[in-house]
């Protein structure tokens, strides 16, 4: 709130910073969640660039196997 008071550009931005450090100091997990099936690729094995951008949770990637180029 007395960054948000403030005009002063810099004063805000130091004082932002000071609270997302806190923020993530104090932040433990990240709540995921997940309808069914999870889809992890290694970019190590599979070239990421040729996996559809639009995977969700209803996404088959065997519907696009012909797309995805290995490493």
């Given at each position: 709130?007395?960054?948000?008071?403030?005009?002063?550009?810099?004063?805000?931005?130091?004082?932002?910073?000071?609270?997302?450090?806190?923020?993530?100091?104090?932040?433990?997990?990240?709540?995921?969640?997940?309808?069914?099936?999870?889809?992890?690729?290694?970019?190590?094995?599979?070239?990421i660039?040729?996996?559809?951008?639009?995977?969700?949770?209803?996404?088959?990637?065997?519907?696009?196997?012909?797309?995805?180029?290995?490493?």
């Open positions: 709130m007395d960054a948000r008071a403030n005009m002063d550009q810099s004063y805000r931005k130091t004082m932002y910073k000071e609270c997302l450090d806190i923020i993530v100091d104090w932040a433990v997990e990240v709540p995921v969640y997940q309808r069914q099936n999870a889809i992890v690729f290694s970019t190590e094995r599979v070239n660039d040729t996996v559809t951008p639009d995977i969700t949770t209803y996404y088959n990637w065997y519907a696009e196997i012909q797309n995805i180029e290995l490493k």
